[in-house]
């Protein structure tokens, strides 16, 4: 579920992803996917689900930090 306002807040609670195997614990939303992707891949975290365009309008990718948490990064791409 995810509630929204009309500038760009967003709060999404989810029991499980549509199209990763993980789940994420947070999401951080980006306004340039195509540098984060490669700079996290640069700073050596495990990348847990690829560079993806998603069916609903979002790009996005997850990695695994030095603690096991899972960051989903994207951006609406419409």
Known sequence: MTLADTRGHQLSLMTRDATATVNPA???????????????IAAGVEIVHPLTREDWGV???FYRDSAGSVANVGTHTG
């Open 59 to 61: 790009t996005r990718f």
């Open 26 to 40: 947070c999401s951080i939303f980006v306004d340039d996917i195509e540098a984060a992707h490669p700079a996290a």
